[in-house]
């Protein structure tokens, strides 16, 4: 049985990132913001809206292990959080890998 395409995102998410997401209460949005961005992409590019062939499920896959750095998860610009937003969850991102370096 294929799983969704929000359970496959959320398996992708480095933990750091999950934690900073999770401390700022914005994990479920995140979830969304990455699933709104891949399924428009991948109904654009495979020019279906069929999310359960299995076609669909492979590009999906490829597509999150692409996106699972926050930089490359959706346009943080387009959203109502604003590019600052994001910008600061990403810089706190940082400063917690480079102290568990």
Do not use: C
């Not at 692409?66 to 490359?72: A, E, F």
Request: proline share 2%.
């Amino acid at each position: 049985m294929s799983k969704g395409i929000r359970s496959i995102i959320k398996e992708n998410i480095p933990s750091v990132l999950e934690e900073i997401l999770r401390e700022h209460k914005v994990y479920t949005l995140y979830i969304e913001r990455v699933y709104y961005a891949i399924t428009k992409f991948s109904n654009k590019v495979l020019k279906t809206k069929k999310m359960n062939t299995k076609e669909y499920q492979k590009f999906v896959r490829r597509l999150v292990r692409n996106r699972s750095d926050i930089i490359y998860a959706f346009n943080w610009s387009e959203t109502p959080e604003g590019f600052a937003f994001w910008e600061g969850i990403y810089d706190k991102m940082i400063e917690r890998l480079e102290r568990l370096r």
